[in-house]
DNA sequence: CGTTTCTAAGTGGTCTGACCTTTGACGGGC
DNA sequence: GCCCGTCAAAGGTCAGACCACTTAGAAACG
């Protein structure tokens, strides 16, 4: 009953092969941060596989926010902070009708428990990193972009200070989300003075080691700027996309075995 | 100086305009969760890129959770609970030195505050099938693997009950990965009578409408839950891969335009 | 007639190899 | 010494052929 063409390897799937490839490649310290990866045409012969297949794989890890493509350049491990696809959110969003006040609440509950534990673990080196961002927003307070950015670096400071990466890339995948919606209002805000102040109250609450204090005023300030932001936003287009109702009973056995 | 082939659009990249027209597809509704889209042959043709430029967008997009391709079947629009990447959890596990403490942190921080939401939120629907989960634990008390499977979609129920789809989709993305990693243990675990039960008081508390109480319990389930998982994979490996010391004060500047 | 098996069409997966576009660096001209 | 043209390197796109998986309907069998 002649076989068929089955030559040897069970022959995993190529885009698999090229993860598992560079997982290993990450998990071992071969390839860190920052670092660049061999030319396709190299690394595909290396691998035995074709460039289209190794472009495939690629296109995978950097959907997923773990290399970075630069046209021309080369091809990176990602080094920034950990985050979730950037377009992740705004394509989920239109796909599962994600609303912006789950998007602040998301961020609510995260943050405020990420600044209790900054609070409680926070170290010198990250007192003086959001002492130095509370400065920069006081002196940016005339220039809103400016502002903006040292806002978000503050943010971040704290969620790295919390010293659960794993936090810190959630929050950063609705922070920076919300990011994007905020730059286009943001020359409209106004109290700039006031919410420079609550960051500084939070971050001396952080330097404190008073984690329920951090989380109160965490909440607080994120009640207020979602106010804020709301109001920037005022006079703008309402699109409400129709949401399609709730999942029916039997998509949540999606996934299980 | 005769000037470049360029014809007319800014030609903005193919990845792009694939990610693009499909986004606007679901926006305006005519792709729903589910949904088939042409065959990529057919489609690229339509879209008048090559089928290659078509695929890099459709892999970008299923990397993200978005999409589903199926070999020989076609590709479809994901419907299952939203979720941020399986494999993303795993590979910014090994670039960023994850640990499993961590996700343990992260689940309970999220869970329990998810459970509180349930119980002002929930409606009838959500306690009938949380109900029936519950009943399904005890019945499969001596079936560890059968057990586990509604374990996990006891736990989805609640997510969906919170009304919140961003905190539902951020528990999933961590739910799913510690469930994959429990499946090899689970078969050694004991027990499961007291953590069905505590499954029965979570739902009670979260029929009841007792925010607090609810979160309580969330909490020291899976303070529990964690105990129990570490106990059962007591003799196993331990790699313990050099995990790199935390982010440099520059790279914290990342996207910030 | 019902069941099983085979076959072919449909659709995603991979390969090859050529050509285009973007960057960045080197080096000559002013 | 500065500016700009050129070129090599590396990623992006294309075209067409062929492979592999699924499914359904046809054909063979009981």
């Known amino acids: 009953m002649m076989r068929r063409t089955k030559p040897d390897q069970p022959d995993t799937h190529r885009t698999q092969q090229v993860v598992d490839h560079i997982r290993s490649l990450i998990e071992n310290g071969t390839l860190q941060p920052g670092d660049k990866i061999p030319p396709e045409r190299e690394f595909a012969r290396a691998l035995k596989i074709s460039r289209a297949s190794l472009r495939t794989g690629i296109g995978y890890l950097a959907a997923m926010g773990v290399m970075k493509v630069k046209h021309g350049v080369g091809t990176f491990v990602a080094d920034g902070p950990a985050e979730f696809g950037k377009a992740s959110l705004s394509l989920m969003g239109a796909l599962h009708g994600f609303q912006s006040w789950q998007m602040f609440e998301a961020r609510m509950i995260l943050e405020s428990q990420v600044a209790a534990l900054a609070a409680e673990r926070g170290k010198e080196e990250h007192h003086a990193a959001m002492s130095e961002e509370v400065a920069e927003m006081f002196a940016a307070m005339d220039a809103p972009a400016d502002y903006l950015i040292h806002d978000v670096l503050f943010h971040r400071i704290i969620a790295q200070a919390s010293g659960n990466p794993i936090l810190a890339a959630l929050s950063e995948t609705i922070t920076s989300a919300l990011y994007d919606k905020r730059r286009k209002t943001v ?71």
């Open 187 to 257: 020359e409209r805000s106004t109290d700039l003075r006031e919410s420079a102040e609550m960051h500084r109250e939070i971050y001396r609450a952080i330097r404190a080691h008073k984690p329920a204090e951090a989380r109160r005023l965490m909440e607080e300030h994120l009640r207020m700027a979602k106010e804020a932001q709301v109001m920037e936003r005022s006079a703008e287009r309402r699109p409400a996309a129709p949401v399609r109702s709730r999942a029916g009973r039997a998509e949540l056995r999606a996934n299980l075995t």
